[in-house]
């Protein structure tokens, strides 16, 4: 379809299903992550599935403001266009509220939410130029239900959740539309290094939740909509 996804937090798990499957869509795809190397070998992993061209790696932080607004001018300059976001990069602790340090809350909280915010405040004003574009957040279902031992992963959650919702509404006429998708636990490292025992056969597969993302991202659905995902 020769549109022009950019995905945060892409270099494995969800985030690179994601652009695998839009690369076998016929997209191009920006891939990023603060570590070149997991940029390296995610850039090598899409060249089985899209000319080369059709995908570019990028290093920068999704808590830094000036990492953001460069990948977003990379990304335009090769391609000329963002005509889809998705929102996807996350990390987690699996721990009590008292033994969560400000440090690690900041941690969660910036990437999750400030990150989210931060892509979407830079690239809707490139949308409403074109008068069209697709984002798409990655939430969580406890997002909307809390869970014990995950306080700022909830938090995070939560509010990329009330995010969505009120962008859908501030680009209502503006010819966007913003969603959201909720799974439940995943077979990714998120869900491995939170030290969670969870059956195996209750884990999504990344590909399970790319497959929704790149159906979403065809925009039939209305703007503001929350998919819920489980296995």
């Known amino acids: 379809m020769n549109r022009s996804v950019m995905i945060t937090g892409s270099t494995r798990g969800i985030g690179l299903s994601t652009a695998v499957e839009f ?10 992550c603060r570590h070149p190397g997991h940029v ?10 899209g000319r080369p061209e059709n995908s570019l790696g990028l290093v920068g932080d999704v ?13 335009q300059s090769r391609y000329g266009r963002i005509d889809i976001l998705v929102n996807n990069a996350g990390i987690a602790a699996y721990k009590t509220i008292e ?28 949308m409403k130029k074109q008068r069209k574009g697709i984002i798409i957040n990655v939430a969580s279902i406890l997002g909307v239900a809390g ?5 700022a992963y909830c938090a995070s959650k939560f509010g990329v959740i009330g995010l969505t919702q009120a962008m859908a509404d ?3 006429n503006a010819g966007i539309r913003v969603y959201a ?15 969670l025992e969870i059956d ?9 939740v790319a497959r929704k993302i790149v159906n979403l991202a065809e925009g039939r659905e209305r703007s503001g909509r929350l998919v819920k995902i489980y296995a």
């Open 181 to 195: 998708v909720l799974p439940g636990a995943v077979d990714t490292r998120l869900v491995s290094d939170s030290g």
């Open 40 to 49: 390296s070998k995610a850039k090598r992993h899409l060249l089985a599935f």
């Open 170 to 172: 501030e680009t209502a």
């Open 99 to 126: 033994k969560t340090s400000g440090k690690e809350w900041d941690d969660i909280v910036d990437t999750n939410l400030k990150g989210t915010f931060l892509f979407m405040r830079e690239v809707i004003p490139m």
């Open 147 to 151: 869970e014990a031992m995950f306080s």
């Open 23 to 32: 690369l076998k869509n016929g997209d191009r795809v920006a891939i990023f």
């Open 63 to 75: 808590r830094k403001e000036t990492d953001v607004k460069k990948i977003l001018r990379q990304t």
């Open 200 to 208: 195996p056969s209750a884990l999504l597969r990344p590909e399970e």
